[in-house]
T-cell receptor, first 112, second 115 residues
């Protein structure tokens, strides 16, 4: 257990479904991130929350919607996804120290 | 435009030998570089880092070398052990501004160490 917990670990959803991914950290970190890992591609930064500032990657489709209700929790709301959105979604947190990135184990998402 | 590139998708090494993983970057604003290791079904874990003011950083069996003029870094593992078999990600960060706290990753290299 790294201190960053992601649920669920696996998710299969249809293209018309709405689901949410959850990330929780109790490390006292003030920044949280969503990354997407597709096969043979780099980890792609999707969203950053830092000190209540959201930095949004402009290439992220609106069918992905993040929510950060407090410094310990981060959600990724999913709706009307496409099969190409199937990937491993990783949450990370950091205290601002670039060595201090801590990743969760990820949610393996399959869109059918 | 991929700013961090790991051009070798995989590397196979015999136990006890040296493993060398390579990474190239294009963004001159990057000033801090990291290597992460990832086992299946787990998230990446931090391995070693290097600041742009250095050209080498060593931690046990792991050494990272940075060649700023070539925009190239490498991770050396010696001696390699079967437990080192994992995916290795190179990452880079630029200081200040809106790049605070954000890491840009390469696509990873799968290292297999054979007994």
């Amino acid at each position: 257990e790294t201190g960053v917990t992601q649920t669920p670990r696996h998710l299969v959803m249809g293209m018309t479904n709405k689901k949410s991914l959850k990330c929780e950290q109790h490390l006292g970190h003030n920044a949280m991130y969503w990354y997407k890992q597709s096969a043979k591609k780099p980890l792609e930064l999707m969203f950053v929350y830092s000190l209540e500032e959201r930095v949004e990657n402009n290439s992220v489709p609106s069918r992905f919607s993040p929510e950060c209700p407090n410094s310990s929790h981060l959600f990724l709301h999913l709706h009307t996804l496409q099969p190409e959105d199937s990937a491993l979604y990783l949450c990370a947190s950091s205290p601002g120290d670039r060595d201090g990135y801590t990743f969760g184990s990820g949610t393996r998402l399959t869109v059918v | 435009d991929q700013q961090v590139k790991q051009n070798s998708p995989s590397l196979s090494v015999q136990e006890g030998r040296i493993s060398i993983l390579n990474c190239d970057y294009t963004n001159s604003m990057f000033d801090y570089f990291l290597w992460y290791k990832k086992y299946p079904a787990e998230g990446p874990t931090f391995l070693i880092s290097i600041s742009s003011i250095k050209d080498k950083n060593e931690d046990g069996r792991f050494t990272v070398f940075l060649n700023k003029s070539a925009k190239h870094l490498s991770l050396h593992i010696v001696p390699s052990q079967p437990g080192d078999s994992a995916v290795y990600f190179c990452a880079a960060s630029a200081a200040g501004g809106t790049s605070y706290g954000k890491l840009t990753f390469g696509q990873g290299t799968i290292l297999t160490v054979h007994p």
